[in-house]
């Protein structure tokens, strides 16, 4: 399997835009809690990590884990993340990046940007992509796309 560099920021993207485009009622009069059709919840609700995520893979200090579905592909299976942090994007994803780098990962693609970053990083039995970039929905704090998968499934190039 072949991992592109920005497969996670491009589908944690695509289902924010989604997700943000709903077509639906205007009415904002309502005095209900929930969203009504075409508005977006923006509210924390966190969910905790599947048991089978791998335990020495750490994820960023401080990260709210707003979903964590395990993809299943037949041999293998790819674990996404996608959360929110309260801090700056770029100062976020470098923290978390000096971690995996101290124990033992290997950049292997990074793209940076003012205001995002996006990198795989890759140990011998683990790769990380992941993106981190200004939360679009909430208009404050980092929006967290992750995605870890079996190292022999990925590729750099």
Avoid: K
Wanted: proline share 8%.
């Amino acid at each position: 399997m072949r991992i592109a560099p920005f497969l996670v920021a491009v589908c944690f993207v695509s289902s924010v835009t989604l997700s943000a485009c709903g077509g639906g009622d205007d009415d904002t009069s309502s005095t209900t809690t929930e969203p009504l059709a075409g508005q977006i919840d923006t509210g924390l609700d966190p969910v905790d990590l599947p048991d089978e995520f791998p335990s020495d893979v750490p994820l960023p200090a401080g990260l709210v884990i707003l979903d964590a579905p395990v993809l299943s592909g037949g041999t293998i299976d790819l674990y996404e993340v996608t959360g929110w942090h309260e801090g700056d994007p770029v100062e976020v994803a470098n923290d978390y990046l000096a971690e995996l780098e101290r124990i033992g990962y290997e950049v292997v693609s990074r793209t940076d940007t003012p205001n995002n970053l996006f990198f795989i990083a890759q140990s011998d039995d683990w790769f990380v992509s992941a993106g981190f970039f200004p939360d679009p929905i909430r208009l404050e704090g980092t929006s967290v796309g992750i995605t870890v998968g079996p190292a022999s499934d990925a590729s750099s190039g």
